[in-house]
């Protein structure tokens, strides 16, 4: 009886490693590769901030745009900068405020206990997925102080009420991966449904 619970492990061990290096493809698409060219005089502004940017100086991986910095408290240079050359800043995906662009979390009031973790299982690859790499090599590079001072600054941040809009409805719309490996409305769905269905969990800033 022992010897076939150990078989069943060993049987067992090839699945277990399978479901954690890859995630479902619906949960972790990959999407088109390589970024879309920037260009560096298509001005950018975004209604209630002063600020302005460019198409290039807005992507920045090392000092991204913060259209509200009067809507957060000082930034922990790791998160407003990076480090050169491998932490890009985490404000480029978490956006300033924690919140996130969809394609990559919603870190705003995790616990920092929480956070520092997730980091030290990017780093040491136990946490893995189609779209893990870019946190793996992120982690790798941070140090212990850094970690805490992210993981500190995220936990006091409140999510955004309203960044996210969640729209029961029976069916879901359609929906393609596009740029930034982002999920949208596909635009024949768009089209042809009610507005309600079609801002499906729309992000609104
Ligand atoms: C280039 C984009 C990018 C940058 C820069 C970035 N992240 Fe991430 N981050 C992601 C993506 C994509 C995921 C989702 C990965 C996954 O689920 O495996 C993620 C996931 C996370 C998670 C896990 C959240 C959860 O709910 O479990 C934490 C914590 C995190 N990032 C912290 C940071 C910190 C701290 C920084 C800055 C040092 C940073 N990230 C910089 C894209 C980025």
Not at 7 to 21: E, I, Y
Not at 139 to 154: I, L, N, Q
Not at 163 to 182: N, Q, R
Request: with cysteine.
């Amino acid at each position: 009886m022992r010897k076939l619970i150990w078989l069943l492990a060993f049987a067992c061990l090839p699945t277990v490693a399978v479901a954690q290096n890859a995630g479902p493809d619906w949960a972790y698409p990959v999407g088109p590769q390589g970024a879309p060219p920037r260009d560096a005089n298509k001005i950018l502004k975004v209604p209630g901030s002063d600020k302005q940017y460019n198409e290039v100086s807005a992507n920045d991986a090392f000092g991204p745009a913060d259209w509200f910095p009067n809507e957060h408290a000082p930034m922990p240079t790791v998160v407003a900068t990076g480090k050169k050359p491998d932490v890009r800043a985490c404000s480029l995906c978490h956006l300033t405020t924690g919140d996130g662009h969809p394609e990559s979390a919603n870190v705003a009031g995790l616990s920092a206990a929480y956070i520092q973790r997730a980091l030290r299982e990017f780093a040491n690859g136990r946490r893995k997925n189609n779209r893990s790499p870019v946190m793996a090599t992120i982690a790798k590079a941070m140090t212990p102080d850094e970690m805490r001072e992210a993981g500190e600054y995220f936990a006091a941040r409140k999510p955004a009420a309203g960044y996210t809009k969640v729209v029961e409805a029976a069916e879901v719309p359609k929906s393609f991966i596009g740029e930034g490996a982002m999920r949208f409305v596909s635009p024949a769905t768009r089209r042809s449904r009610s507005a309600a269905a079609s801002s499906w969990c729309r992000r609104t800033r």
